[in-house]
């Protein structure tokens, strides 16, 4: 079993659609939730975090967290073309990892006009 | 702020050959990480330094070294180049070295062992 897993893509979704992106994780421990989104050729750019159950909002951006089912998830909503990218979750495993993160592969999204 | 910096952006090798990816951050960060990330792969950690001074392995740390030279400052040295690590390598940074530290990336260096 992979440490951190992602729905596996490519994902498309029509523009101005809720697009959704999964992950789930098999460390119980794991304190804290991070997501990517990488462009084709370029380098991964942090766009939510989420320590806490529940949903946090930023903009058109939802992360949710299930820490008892190990489960958390990205929501964007009114998708953009601008929105394609690969989207990476992310998980740090507790306080002897440091800030040590553990990567999913990563689930691509596509936003057709 | 340049925030985190690497060279050189791209670089091809012959096998056996030797270099060193170079990465800088302005950020007065505490900790950095270098990735390497290949297709299907992910992310996957080479080395981290948890502070100045300090290094550890990371998942995949055969056939790299590291050197945490200052603060500022970490870099990657493959001493014998295989065309196993060619590879896109990120380096990044975060504040500290606790869980709810978000890292940041550089910008990448794509490296190639023919």
């Known amino acids: 079993q992979k440490e951190v897993e992602q729905n596996s893509g490519p994902l498309s979704v029509p523009e101005g659609a809720i697009a959704s992106l999964n992950c789930t994780y098999s460390?119980?421990?794991?304190?804290?939730f991070f997501w990517y989104r990488q462009y084709s050729g370029k380098s991964p750019e942090l766009i939510m975090s989420i320590y806490s159950n529940g949903d946090k909002e930023d903009g058109r951006f939802t992360a949710q967290l299930n820490k008892a089912s190990q489960y958390v998830s990205l929501l964007i909503r009114d998708s953009q073309p601008s929105d394609s990218a690969t989207y990476l979750c992310a998980v740090n495993k507790g306080e002897t990892s440091g800030s040590r993160l553990t990567f999913g592969e990563g689930t691509q999204l596509t936003v057709n006009p | 702020n340049a925030g985190v910096t690497q060279t050189p952006k791209f670089q091809v090798l012959k096998t056996g050959q030797s270099m060193t990816l170079q990465c800088a951050q302005d950020m007065n960060h505490n900790s950095m990480y270098w990735y390497r990330q290949d297709p299907g792969m992910g992310l996957r950690l080479i080395y981290y330094s948890a502070s100045e001074g300090t290094t550890d392995k990371g998942e995949v740390p055969n056939g790299y070294n590291v050197s945490r030279l200052n603060k500022r400052e970490f870099s990657l040295r493959l001493e014998s180049a295989a065309p196993s690590q060619t590879s896109v390598y990120f380096c990044a940074s975060s504040e500290e070295g606790q869980p709810y530290n978000e890292q940041f990336f550089g910008p990448g260096t794509r490296l190639t062992v023919l």
């Open positions: 460390d119980r421990g794991s304190q804290s």
